[in-house]
């Protein structure tokens, strides 16, 4: 906030808006309040409008307020996500309420006040946009108005800022009283623009709706500015005591550190990571005020409820960096954290709160490297990860120029165990049954690994694809993007018989997602020549692959799975060819009877980590698949002495169901022996073959 500031920028398009109705322009202006994470974080916030719209009862015109339903993000959202209920309603509820006691009550009373059956769930926050009278308003979360709103003196800031034209409320919990307190400052301020929320968020309305799109940034800006000009030359969170690594080296550290932290805190519900060395973080790791200010924790509700109300601090000093010493420190230090965070439950709860959460923190901070965030899937994990980044962006200015307080732990307690909260986490669907989880698929590319990666993320993994083919993987992390969403895929270009490279790769992971919990190794190649034609190039190239590849990132495997002590599971894509012999392949076939037995050795290894290890064996997985894109087709289909084109039809002829295997077999069964499904497995084999005599295991 300090020098020459970034300024928000309009991004109203008049003529597109011309073409809108008042919800299309409340959607538009939704959307383009919530792109930008300086105006709100993700999820937090929320916008209406009062739109005149026919009575499907009556034919006559009524008011009818649109809001944001509960849950949404206003970047996101669409016009299904807005609740709307008849605004004469809403106002009558103002003859029921008896008070701050009857909060809860009422909101049971706002789905009597919906509009033509729209069953999208009405916010906590309702009242605050149903009975201010203007026809639009917005609700945001800026850093800038919050560093106003968390400073000790946030009533004469607000003043000093903007004058008359926002006010300011003290703080209270959302609800109806709240709306009423608006209410009665805009009766009492009718030149008011807006108001600040005590360590809440900004309020702006007005009667049209670019204007009120305008007026948030105007505000917004105003502060931006002003912040600018106050903290220019001051030291920020009273100076650096400690200097950043590296970026490579702090990429390092995070990546032994994420794994153990995920150990330690993933044994009742797994957990994935999210790593963050920006600037903004790197200032606040490395400052003096790092502890005082982390211990206060942080101010505004929809901060806290991501990150709980404090982060843990590692004990950890860049200029003597001893990561060991850290991990040695964990059990302690987390210790430490879930006594203080039951010791708050303890002296917080009510007769009718909910049983004690999680009590393992979100945000973990590392002078000279960053911050670690952790949550049960990736998303929420980066989403807890930017709004602490909010928090911190708040720290800084109200500590700048001003106190900084955090909310009080009575009031933040009150709204993290709200029973209204707890019922919305209820409702919540069921996990996935491969939530939580990390797989790292080798081959990932290809069609067995393209359809395993689907499988996969289907049931709730995040999906790690490597593989040798760089523009093929990158090609296919865009679709699978497209379908599951950035945060449940990443790539990595890997060739798996590269000691150093291989390493590298699960790093990599680490940082990425914070661990891994399955392996499946498919990478694959095949060849075919009679044993006297077969070149000594050839012979080690299956071998390097099929053998010494899945030999390494299994090693790699096992010694991330020990380090997180939380079990893992393999799974090896061998053959048919590694049971049965087939003519003209001695390189391949052994090579993959190499892998099944590496198979069987590691799952004696691993059982008493919990790591399972277990084999599939496919046969003549054509479709999709690179391996049968080039000479292996035509070899192939000359040792059976046919045409190329005949090869599909031959196999599926040659096998005892008369079935064709496609890669959307070999998955599910990837899939079952990930899942907790095959849990008492290890050791097995899985022929996906449709039926081969020869393949029999016994």
Known sequence: MSGTPRLLESRWDQAYAAKLDEPGKLLYRSNLLGADKRITNYGGGNTSAKVMETDPLTGELVKVLWVKGSGGDVGTIKLDGFATLYQEKLEALKG??????????????????????????????????????????DHMHPDAIIAIAAAKNSRELTQQIFGDEIGWLPWRRPGFQLGLDLEAFVKANPDAKGVVLESHGLFTWANDARDCYLLTLEIINKAIEWFARMTDGKAIFGGAVFQSLDAEERRAIAARLMPEIRGCI?????K???????????????????????????????????????????????????????????????????????????????????????????????????????????????IAGEFYVNAINVMRGASTVSEYQGLPEQEAFDIEYWLLEEAKLQRMPKPK????????????????????????????????????????????????????????????????????????????ACVELGGIDLLVSNAGIASSAPVEDTTLAMWNKNIDILATGYFLVSREAFRLFRRQKLGGNVVFVASKNGLASSPNASAYCTAKA???????????????????????????????????????????????KIEVDELEEHYRKRSMLKLNV???????????????????????????DAGNAQSFTR
């Open 594 to 640: 190499a892998e099944i037995h590496l198979a069987r050795c590691l799952a004696l290894e691993g059982a008493e980590a919990g790591i399972r290890v277990n084999t599939v064996n496919p046969d003549a997985v054509l479709r999709g698949s690179k391996i049968w894109s080039g000479e292996w087709r035509e070899q192939r289909a000359s040792s059976s």
């Open 266 to 270: 993933g044994k009742m519900e797994r």
């Open 433 to 508: 049954s491969l939530a939580g989880r990390v797989a790292f698929v080798t081959g990932g590319a290809g069609g067995i690994g393209r359809a395993t990666a689907e499988r996969l993320m289907a049931e709730g993994a995040c999906v790690v694809l490597a593989d040798i083919d760089a523009a093929t993987l990158e090609e296919t992390k865009a679709g699978f993007e497209k379908s599951f969403g950035n945060d449940a895929v990443r790539a990595v270009t890997l060739d798996v018989t590269k000691e150093s490279a291989v390493v590298e790769a699960f790093a990599a």
């Open 96 to 137: 029921i309420y008896k008070g701050v006691q009857d909060e809860d009550r009422m909101v049971g009373f706002l789905p009597h006040c919906t509009f033509n059956l729209n069953p999208r769930a009405a916010s906590i926050d309702t009242p605050l946009h149903g009975l201010v009278p203007f026809t639009h308003v």
């Open 272 to 382: 994935l990571g999210h790593f963050d060395d920006q600037g903004a973080v790197l200032e606040f790791v490395n400052s003096t005020d790092l502890k005082p200010l982390g211990a206060l924790g942080t101010s505004c509700p929809d901060h806290f409820l991501r990150t709980k109300i404090r982060p843990l601090i590692l004990d950890f000093n860049p200029a003597k960096p001893d990561v060991d010493a850290v991990i040695a420190g964990l059990d302690k230090a987390l210790e430490e954290y879930r006594a203080d965070y039951s010791r708050y439950y303890e002296t917080c709860k009510h007769d009718n709160s909910p049983k004690m959460r999680d009590p393992n923190p979100v945000i973990f901070l590392v002078p000279g490297v960053g911050m670690l965030s952790f949550a049960k899937d990736k998303a929420t994990a980066r």
């Open 662 to 688: 496609f890669p959307e077999d070999i998955a599910e069964a990837i899939y079952f022996l990930a899942s907790d499904a095959s849990a008492k497995s290890t050791g097995n084999i899985i022929n996906v």
